[in-house]
């Protein structure tokens, strides 16, 4: 992680201030994954984030205070990704936008796990405050998935239960690949999570042949 | 006074008081968390003595894992005894009937299932274990019940009993578990319809 030059720098306080910022967040990121929650301590991140114990308090009241904005910035990092990768196609294409963005989600927790293991993992693990964030995070899916998407042949529309359920399971997949440390190879589930997404849509049979055509 | 009492057997006695601590910790947990709630709360509420508890417990996280284990098994009886009622090649039914008896044990026993969707994940590594065991299990029964076909997803049974089991645990989570019934039209759906039209492919 790049420090900024020492003394004179010419860079505004604010920029250093963010910079620094950025930096333990990302530091933190890094040693939950390596270390995980309970052994993870402020000296820790400081020293990986090349930033000093009294800079890390200017910044943050605790390693908790530190810890949230962190999982903040993990699932606005996900989400941002995944809205990128559907607004690339448009909404009248649905299980094309649907596929970009789990092929997108995937592929960033594959590169990136310990994005996937503050989210997935160790946030869950983490104690009380932090499932609520979590589930909001998971249910801010939902309306992605369901924006543009057709009702089933020959049948009534999908309720949003539904769609919180797909969404629901996807996250409890994804959760339990990283707890058992099995984020590379997430991308082969593509085919599998995209069939369960638009099933509930299209109806299994037309899930199906959308699968096939690859 | 107790001349007139009839005397119940000692083993009766015991496991009614085991009975006790394990609500006791159940409701704890459900008001407190796992974390705030401890021994002196847990022996107050069950109305014992610290010594019985300490006899049949090693302590807090062991009467917590034991209160898991029982609802847990209490649970799958329920599921059970629901598919056992229906007849043997209507997987549908079967599937029905489960999921139907399991949010019935929901609205029945609210606490006992807020300790183990809520509070289990996040008590202990041993709890959070106890926790992904049971999901294997019940993983392994959706597909041993539901029709298998070549190509099917490998992840289906995990993907739908994750969705059934957010929907659940969202539902405890906000106080709504004497609602939990009410989830069952929708759940069924979801869980059955990936399997429906298999006779087709």
């Not at chain 1, 801010?140 to 629901?168: I, M, N, Q, W, Y």
């Not at chain 2, 989830?183 to 759906?189: G, K, N, Q, R, T």
């Amino acid at each position: 992680m790049d420090r900024l030059p020492r003394g004179r720098h010419g860079l505004s306080p604010e920029f250093v201030a963010h910079n620094q910022r950025d930096r333990l967040i990302s530091a933190l990121i890094l040693t939950l994954a390596d270390a995980g929650y309970q052994k993870t301590t402020v000296s820790m991140i400081g020293r990986r984030a090349s930033v000093s114990k009294s800079d890390f308090y200017r910044h943050f009241d605790s390693k908790d205070d530190c810890f949230l904005a962190a999982y903040d910035h993990a699932v606005d990092r996900i989400r941002g990704t995944v809205v990128d990768a559907c607004a690339a196609i448009p909404t009248s294409e649905w299980p094309g936008r649907v596929q970009a963005g789990i092929a997108a989600l995937l592929g960033l927790l594959a590169i990136e796990p310990a994005l996937a293991t503050i989210v997935l993992a160790e946030g869950l693990r983490a104690g009380r405050g932090i499932y609520d964030r979590y589930q909001a995070a998971v249910e801010s899916f939902v309306p992605l998935l369901r924006d543009g998407a057709p009702d089933p042949p020959g049948a009534a529309a999908v309720p949003p239960a539904t769609d919180e359920a797909v969404v629901g399971g996807i996250a409890a997949l994804l959760s339990r690949r990283v707890v058992a440390g099995e984020t590379e190879d997430l991308a082969k589930l593509v085919p599998d999570v995209l069939e369960f997404a638009l099933a509930p849509h299209l109806g299994t049979a037309g899930a199906r042949r959308i699968i096939s055509a690859g | 006074m107790s001349a007139t009492r009839p005397q119940l057997p000692q083993e009766f006695i015991a496991a009614h008081k085991r009975r006790r601590m394990i609500d006791a910790m159940s409701e704890l947990c459900a008001e407190q968390g796992y974390e705030a709630t401890k021994i002196a709360d847990v022996v107050r509420r069950a109305h014992v003595a610290r010594k019985t508890l300490y006899d049949n417990f090693s302590g807090k996280e062991e009467l917590f894992l034991a209160a898991f284990d029982t609802t847990l098994a209490d649970a799958e009886a329920a599921i059970v005894d629901a598919c056992e009622a229906v007849p043997t090649d209507d997987w549908q039914a079967c599937t029905e009937a489960g999921l139907g008896a399991l949010l019935g044990f929901v609205a029945a026993h609210p606490e006992a299932t807020k300790l183990c969707l809520v509070e289990a994940p996040a008590a202990t590594p041993a709890s959070a274990e106890r926790y992904e065991t049971a999901f294997d299990a019940f993983i392994a029964r959706l597909r041993e019940v539901a029709p298998q076909w070549p190509g099917r997803p490998a992840t289906l049974e995990e993907t739908l009993v994750g969705g059934a089991v957010w929907i659940v645990q969202r539902q405890v989570r906000r106080g709504g578990g004497a609602e939990a019934p009410e989830l069952l039209p929708e759940l069924a759906e979801f869980v059955t319809s990936p399997y429906r039209d298999v006779g087709k492919r």
